[in-house]
């Protein structure tokens, strides 16, 4: 969707009035006549309408010969969260109304610059839709919103959208990534996707192959990948903001492109949802995408693993053993516990190639984390409570919330394994701190390291107020975030 913003308030076909909480029983609207003024009031009074964030009254005006839409709009307190929902709820109603323009007009209230960002970028995140499979989409189910332009917006609205934007483009590579099917969507499909949507950005691009990886000994890794006809890639995009120097913190990503399970194959039932398994690489391209889009200052690497895990003659059995990068070994009890192999062999690599301050992996890694938590919040598991309170924050301001989790040698225990250094599973309880052990098992002294698993957060069966059904694109706003507030000089 196009954003634009304007000073001239000539009558648009369909202008959105926003409304603060406490305007709501006024029954007085700048932008609207005193004629409508009435037809207004009587109209939210009737729906109930009470300035709500992302509530909507939709009223007719006359305007002449001919007739106005108005939509009243609830923006709540006026926080940049409500006026988010506004924008959001904005483009739900509009998206495939056969309206192809929305003027919003500021008027009435008096928004921080941020707060109309944050408006404008929900409604045009909300305007997401992967349709490219659909041949014989009905009419009316068409998109046909295709500009909003903002009328009376503050001092430094378009300075804080340009930001914001950088975010929403970040977002689009994640969702276009997540929602993409399995045959479409392989290791090194995905790093060719990567490439040529960060085009032009100043990425630095390296990728490593299977060849390289085995030279590396990356065993855990591979081990994941050997069932599949489909080669491994590790992909990591290099955004050096701040100049030359190692990178003040990497990200990494799980890039499962398609989990079976394995040989412990999963149940059949739902088991085409897993080519999402690579959410926390999506994750980690599309935050990469953002800080290069907006010219962040700070030197960040993003590294994703990518992989797929199959069942076949030659894939890893239940009680092999494997060596990984760091020389540690793992008996491998379950092939389904397939991502944190991933992780390990690419947090190694991460290491020995860019020597960064901090780390931060996301990882769709664990069903037990959604019996945790269900679909509200991933969950965070750090070595380091100041980068742990950083990502919280950072949740918090943008919505992509998160929960801390325990980390203690108690459930370390758990993993030790009778003939190598440990398993790859521990027993039922606890699974996504036993999950969170293993990897921690893999960072190196002195790393700042934090765990995000996002199990229950990279898709949704339901709409939020910045994403339709389906791939949310969780972590990339929540990334940008902690970079700029913690690591962004």
Same mark, same amino acid.
């Given at each position: 969707?196009?954003?634009?913003?304007?000073?001239?308030?000539?009558t648009?076909?369909?202008?959105?009035?926003?409304?603060?909480?406490?305007?709501?029983?006024?029954?007085?609207?700048?932008?609207?006549?005193?004629?409508?003024?009435?037809?207004?009031?009587?109209?939210?009074?009737?729906?109930?309408?009470?300035?709500?964030?992302?509530? #909507?009254?939709?009223?007719?005006?006359? *305007?002449?010969?001919? =007739?106005r839409?108005?939509? +009243?709009? %609830? /923006?709540?307190? @006026? &926080?940049?969260?409500?006026?988010?929902?506004?924008?959001?709820a904005?483009?739900?109603?509009?998206?495939?109304?056969?309206?192809?323009?929305?003027?919003?007009?500021?008027?009435?209230?008096?928004p921080?610059?941020?707060?109309?960002?944050?408006?404008?970028?929900?409604?045009?995140?909300?305007?997401?839709?992967?349709?490219q499979?659909?041949?014989?989409?009905?009419?009316?189910?068409?998109?046909?919103?295709?500009?909003?332009t903002?009328?009376?917006a503050?001092?430094g609205?378009?300075?804080?959208?340009?930001?914001?934007?950088?975010?929403?483009?970040?977002?689009?590579?994640?969702?276009?990534?997540?929602?993409?099917?399995?045959?479409?969507?392989?290791?090194?499909?995905?790093?060719?996707?990567?490439?040529?949507?960060?085009?032009?950005?100043?990425?630095? #691009?390296?990728?490593?192959d299977?060849? *390289?990886?085995?030279? =590396?000994?990356?065993?855990? +890794?591979? %081990? /994941?990948?050997? @069932? &599949?006809?489909r080669?491994?890639?590790i992909?990591?995009l290099?955004?050096?903001?701040?100049?030359?120097?190692?990178?003040?913190?990497?990200?990494?990503?799980?890039?499962?492109?398609?989990?079976?399970?394995?040989?412990?194959?999963?149940?059949?039932?739902?088991?085409?949802d897993?080519?999402?398994?690579?959410?926390?690489?999506?994750?980690?391209?599309?935050?990469?995408k953002?800080l290069?889009a907006?010219?962040?200052?700070?030197?960040?690497?993003?590294?994703?693993?990518?992989?797929?895990?199959?069942?076949?003659?030659?894939?890893?059995?239940?009680?092999?053993?494997?060596?990984?990068?760091?020389?540690?070994?793992?008996?491998i009890?379950?092939?389904?516990?397939?991502?944190?192999?991933?992780?390990?062999?690419?947090?190694?690599?991460?290491?020995a190639?860019?020597?960064?301050?901090?780390?931060?992996d996301?990882?769709?890694?664990t069903?037990?984390?959604?019996?945790?938590?269900?679909?509200?919040?991933?969950?965070?598991?750090?070595?380091?409570?100041?980068?742990?309170?950083?990502?919280?924050?950072?949740?918090?301001a943008?919505?992509?919330?998160?929960?801390?989790?325990?980390?203690?040698?108690?459930?370390?225990?758990?993993?030790d394994?009778?003939i190598?250094?440990?398993?790859?599973?521990?027993?039922?309880?606890?699974?996504?701190?036993?999950?969170?052990?293993?990897?921690?098992?893999?960072?190196?002294?002195?790393?700042?390291?934090?765990?995000?698993?996002?199990?229950?957060?990279?898709?949704?069966?339901?709409?939020?107020?910045?994403?339709?059904?389906?791939?949310?694109?969780?972590?990339?706003?929540?990334?940008?975030?902690?970079?700029?507030?913690?690591?962004?000089?």
């Open positions: 969707m196009q954003i634009a913003f304007s000073s001239d308030r000539s648009a076909a369909i202008t959105a009035l926003p409304v603060e909480k406490d305007l709501a029983g006024r029954g007085s609207w700048a932008g609207l006549g005193e004629g409508h003024q009435a037809l207004a009031s009587a109209a939210a009074q009737a729906a109930r309408f009470d300035g709500e964030a992302g509530a #909507i009254v939709d009223l007719f005006v006359g *305007e002449g010969d001919t =007739h839409r108005v939509l +009243l709009v %609830g /923006v709540g307190s @006026g &926080s940049e969260a409500d006026w988010e929902k506004a924008g959001g904005l483009t739900a109603k509009l998206l495939t109304s056969g309206a192809t323009e929305l003027t919003a007009d500021l008027a009435s209230v008096s921080t610059a941020k707060a109309v960002a944050r408006f404008a970028a929900a409604a045009a995140q909300r305007a997401w839709r992967f349709d499979y659909r041949t014989k989409l009905p009419e009316k189910q068409k998109p046909t919103l295709t500009r909003l903002i009328v009376g503050p001092d609205t378009e300075a804080a959208w340009s930001a914001q934007q950088a975010v929403t483009e970040g977002l689009t590579l994640t969702r276009n990534l997540v929602a993409a099917p399995p045959n479409i969507l392989y290791p090194e499909s995905f790093v060719e996707q990567v490439r040529a949507s960060v085009e032009g950005l100043g990425l630095e #691009i390296i990728t490593v299977e060849a *390289e990886m085995a030279q =590396h000994g990356m065993g855990a +890794l591979l %081990g /994941v990948s050997q @069932g &599949s006809v080669e491994a890639r992909l990591a290099r955004w050096n903001g701040a100049g030359e120097g190692d990178p003040a913190v990497a990200l990494v990503g799980k890039g499962v492109t398609f989990d079976t399970g394995g040989i412990s194959l999963k149940p059949g039932a739902g088991m085409e897993m080519k999402w398994d690579m959410g926390g690489a999506g994750a980690v391209a599309g935050t990469m953002a290069a907006r010219k962040a200052k700070v030197n960040v690497v993003g590294v994703m693993g990518l992989v797929e895990n199959m069942p076949d003659g030659n894939a890893q059995r239940p009680g092999d053993v494997v060596t990984s990068m760091s020389g540690q070994t793992i008996e009890l379950n092939t389904d516990a397939e991502g944190r192999l991933v992780l390990a062999d690419a947090i190694t690599w991460t290491q190639t860019f020597r960064p301050k901090a780390i931060i996301l990882a769709t890694l069903g037990a984390m959604i019996v945790s938590l269900g679909n509200e919040y991933g969950g965070l598991f750090a070595n380091d409570d100041g980068l742990a309170d950083a990502l919280l924050a950072a949740g918090l943008t919505g992509d919330k998160l929960w801390r989790f325990p980390l203690s040698d108690t459930y370390n225990k758990l993993i394994s009778p190598a250094d440990m398993k790859n599973v521990g027993p039922r309880g606890a699974g996504s701190i036993t999950a969170a052990q293993f990897i921690q098992r893999f960072v190196d002294e002195g790393v700042a390291w934090a765990h995000l698993d996002i199990a229950g957060m990279v898709w949704s069966d339901k709409a939020g107020a910045t994403y339709d059904k389906g791939a949310t694109g969780y972590g990339v706003r929540l990334l940008d975030r902690v970079i700029a507030d913690r690591f962004e000089g």
